[in-house]
């Protein structure tokens, strides 16, 4: 792999992606304004009730799903098939040079967050959640992490430039 500027944005926007949630969760799991150890379920309003900060360690995927299932189950959904995705992904972008800017980043996005999660599955059994939402019912998530948000805003460009290419044809 030759190192061009293209791949040195890939992983520079992975790594930062990686590193922006890891700091996030140390920041979370040690010290949050002022306080120690914010305990699992503290809830912490950042702007009312519409910005709450909480530690969630979520042994399963999105919103939880999957923190029931059985080990191994876990093990293959949880950590073996995104790692063989995630890899996918990254060969793709790295061989498909026809791939836009934004596409690129939206995919580094994806796969650094992905690599994030992944990593604290391995390395401490749960992911650390801690973003919470609420508009007042017009809008409200679930507890998420800076790699839940670095997936999802990729997600949303990747969908955007489809639009976006399948106008200009």
């Known amino acids: 792999m030759k190192l061009t500027k293209r791949n040195i944005y890939i992983f520079l926007v ?13 920041i979370v799991r040690a010290n949050i ?9 503290e809830q912490i309003p950042i702007i009312g009730d519409y910005f ?15 923190s029931d299932l059985n080990p191994t ?6 950590l073996i098939l995104p790692i063989l995705v995630l890899g996918f ?10 791939l836009d800017n934004w596409s690129l980043f939206a995919f580094a996005s994806i796969i650094g967050g992905g690599i994030a999660n992944v990593y604290d599955r391995i390395v401490y059994g749960s992911v650390t959640d801690f973003l ?8 409200k998530t679930g507890i998420f992490n800076l790699a839940d948000l670095s997936v999802t805003t990729g997600m ?5 430039m489809s639009f976006r290419k399948k106008k200009t044809t």
């Open 156 to 160: 949303i460009i990747l969908v955007f």
């Open 14 to 26: 992975i790594i930062l992606t990686i590193a922006a949630d890891q700091i996030s969760k140390v």
């Open 73 to 78: 189950l876990r093990i293959i959904l949880l």
């Open 33 to 41: 304004g002022g306080r120690t150890n914010l305990t699992p379920g």
């Open 89 to 98: 992904v990254l060969r793709h972008i790295l061989k498909d040079k026809s």
């Open 132 to 139: 919470f939402i609420d508009l007042g019912g017009v809008f």
């Open 52 to 66: 709450i900060l909480m530690n969630v360690e979520n042994t399963g995927a999105f919103l939880g799903m999957g």
